[in-house]
């Protein structure tokens, strides 16, 4: 027989003990739970006192369209976008899935954005 192959069955580091290792606890936050977390949008203060205020209401569809848009920009390395849908313009902390501000388009027409370096239009 070869020397060499004395050598591996010999080697400290081969764990000879037939025992299992058992997981004490399960993990405390699943995965689906941290993919949610990572894909809803959450709306700040601010901006919900503004769609309030400003009486701008967006649909559940266009909401889902708006987050599938923030993960497609998420993956190009945009960190503040804007998003501008028929009635509304949007700012959104990409990184963090939250909704920073909101007006509607009549106001939105006349302002200068800064700080943003994305935008997403939906029509």
Sequence with gaps: MDHRMLQIQNHPYILQTGKKVQPTESPKVSFKDTLEKETNL???????KRLDERNISIQDSKWKEIQVKISEAKTKGIRDSLVVTNN????????????????????????????????????
Excluded: C, W, Y
């Excluded at 959450?42 to 919900?48: P, Y």
């Excluded at 909704?99 to 370096?117: G, H, K, L, P, Y």
């Design 42 to 48: 959450v709306i700040s203060k601010h901006a919900q």
């Design 88 to 123: 509304a313009a949007l700012i959104v902390n990409v990184p963090n899935n939250t909704v920073i501000t909101a007006m509607n388009r009549d106001e939105a027409s006349s302002q200068i954005f800064t700080n943003i370096n994305g935008t997403i239009i939906l029509d």
